[in-house]
């Protein structure tokens, strides 16, 4: 079968909030059959794989009250309406970290669950950086740790750390500059 086009037939909103909306569609299958698609609608975000000369990557905990854990992850965050994600990743790498790097390399995009989810996420390698104060937003409450690469590493392959794009930017990165 070479058209595997689902085409809408219907939508339904049942839910827009700051972050997401939710809408349920039915879509006709390349059979012909009618199907029903759950989608949850989420801005594009950024993702920032800081390293320092030591070939250390400054990372933030914060707390994700869905897996009610903290969660170890790169810096990463939600783009503005119309923001450009390279200017998107350097606003949010400053504001969660302080770091500003003198160059900043995409690592490509990522959608973290297709079936379901609308969100791509742009990952970038940050490098030469600059320390200076960070801009938490008030909702936001996060400590920033500075790992060994080859730590973070391990235990994205040891599964000690599970966050998707954590886990992508790390392997590119260790593929990209051979660490």
């Known amino acids: 079968m070479d058209d595997l086009t689902e085409r809408t037939v219907s939508r339904e909103d049942l839910f827009t909030g700051k972050v997401v909306s939710l809408h349920v569609d039915k879509v006709e299958l390349p059979?012909?059959?009618?199907?029903?698609r759950e989608v949850v609608e989420h801005v594009d975000g950024v993702a920032v794989l800081p390293l320092d000369e030591a070939n250390c990557v400054y990372t933030v905990t914060q707390y994700r009250y869905v897996f009610h854990t903290p969660l170890l992850e790169i810096p990463a965050g939600k783009l503005d309406p119309?923001?450009?994600?390279?200017?998107?990743?350097?606003?949010?790498?400053k504001e969660e970290t302080g770091a500003v790097p003198e160059s900043l390399e995409s690592l490509g995009?990522?959608?973290?669950?297709?079936?379901?989810?609308?969100?791509?996420?742009h990952l970038y390698l940050a490098r030469g950086l600059r320390m200076e104060q960070q801009h938490l937003d008030e909702d936001e409450f996060l400590n920033v740790d500075r790992i060994p690469f080859d730590q973070l590493y391990s235990r994205c392959l040891s599964g000690g750390i599970t966050d998707a794009k954590t886990v992508v930017a790390v392997l590119k990165t260790k593929l990209l500059l051979g660490l």
Not at 31 to 36: M, R, Y
């Open 31 to 36: 059979n012909g059959d009618i199907a029903t």
């Open 82 to 93: 119309g923001e450009d994600p390279r200017s998107g990743a350097l606003r949010e790498l």
């Open 109 to 121: 995009s990522i959608v973290l669950s297709p079936g379901c989810f609308g969100e791509t996420l």
